[in-house]
């Protein structure tokens, strides 16, 4: 049976479909080279095409080839991919980007083996290079290709499971076509996008509806399955807005490892310690404390409990700057630095409240 579906063509149906119907004028599909394809893939990972679209408008408008990515400081990159989250995409495209220029002449490699060594570059970013840039047949699954897959060959069980994924990569393998594989990989990137979505995917209109399993069971839904899900821990922590009399705000900069890697945040203790204590450390003291309610941040393996303390300094800290590692932030005249997502919201609402 798997033999039988193996030799499945899809691709000529896939293309007649793409050619009438399908989206050609998405940003990252004008002027293509490696660069743009990378950086498109990188941020597509978990996010829509909606959300992506102005992040990669700016980033190319800023950064518009491998060399400028490469020769920019990590703030400027982490601050043209505030919004978009899962900030290690940033960091990995920054030291590829390095690699890229020192190692390779500033030119991609362009076999998927050579490019799934680079950081943050995985075997479907790399398929999705070597197919689009290089026109070299080569397979892609990303989200929306593995539910089409899934869905068309009604292949139970989690994809993040070997035994799935692997069934889904031979599938994947099997069915690039000959001719026009980056038309191919894109029309099967947009026919996950637009039709064959989580949801509510548009059967009727699709071009594998014939033969795809999961629409003769009547179920499509049911592929592919969920991630078996855990219970996620709890963490508690004070985020200190500490404001001068001028009205700024410090800020930290995370060790580049880790939760937030990079970015910059609010000072932060543990719950329930005294915010004084931190302001010991500052040699000032507070003219006003002001708590604010405490609000959930869930990250994909922990929920974090936040408890915002608004403080207000009566004279400005005679010395601050340790390694460049602490700034006022002027939120009128915001510095061009990465900000972690709650962060974002909380000096949005400082700002309303100035
Ligand atoms: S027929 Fe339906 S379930 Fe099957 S691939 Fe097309 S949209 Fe998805």
């Not at 991609?108 to 083996?113: A, I, K, R, S, Y």
């Not at 592919?224 to 900069?253: C, D, S």
């Not at 003219?287 to 959930?296: I, K």
Request: hydrophobic share 35%.
């Amino acid at each position: 049976m798997i033999q039988e579906r193996l030799q499945h063509d899809i691709s000529s149906k896939v293309l007649t479909w793409f050619d009438k119907s399908g989206r050609k004028d998405l940003p990252w599909q004008q002027n293509i080279n490696p660069y743009r394809v990378w950086v498109s893939e990188i941020m597509l990972q978990q996010t829509q095409v909606a959300t992506v679209i102005p992040f990669f408008v700016r980033f190319m408008e800023q950064l518009p080839t491998v060399a400028a990515l490469a020769q920019s400081h990590e703030d400027q990159v982490l601050h043209l991919w505030t919004g978009l989250g899962y900030y290690s995409r940033a960091r990995n495209l920054h030291k590829t980007a390095k690699i890229v220029c020192a190692d390779h002449g500033g030119k991609f490699p362009n076999t998927v083996d050579t490019l799934s060594e680079l950081p943050g570059i995985g075997r479907s970013t790399a398929g999705a290079i070597t197919s689009i840039a290089f026109k070299k047949p080569a397979a892609i699954l990303d989200g929306n290709v593995k539910r089409v897959l899934a869905r068309y060959h009604a292949i139970d069980g989690w994809p993040g499971q070997s035994a799935v994924s692997k069934s889904l990569w031979q599938f994947a393998e099997a069915h690039i076509p000959e001719k026009r594989v980056a038309d191919y990989s894109q029309a099967m990137m947009d026919l996950g996008a637009t039709l064959c979505t989580r949801s509510k995917p548009d059967c009727d209109h699709c071009p594998l509806q014939t033969d795809c399993l999961a629409h003769e069971q009547g179920q499509p839904q049911r592929y592919p399955g969920k991630k078996p899900k855990k219970a996620l821990p709890i963490k508690t922590t004070q985020m200190l807005m500490i404001k001068n009399p001028r009205g700024e705000i410090l800020l930290e900069k995370r060790p580049s490892s880790g939760i937030w890697g990079g970015l910059w945040v609010f000072p932060q203790q543990e719950n329930g310690a005294c915010p004084e204590h931190y302001l010991d450390k500052l040699a000032v003291k507070a003219s006003t404390v002001n708590s604010w309610q405490s609000y959930r941040h869930t990250f994909s393996h922990y929920h974090l409990d936040i408890t915002p303390i608004e403080i207000t300094l009566s004279d400005s800290p005679k010395m601050l700057m340790e390694n460049n590692q602490q700034l006022w932030y002027n939120i009128q005249q915001p510095a061009e630095v990465g900000l972690a997502a709650p962060i974002k919201k909380l000096l949005a609402k400082l700002s309303q409240a100035q």
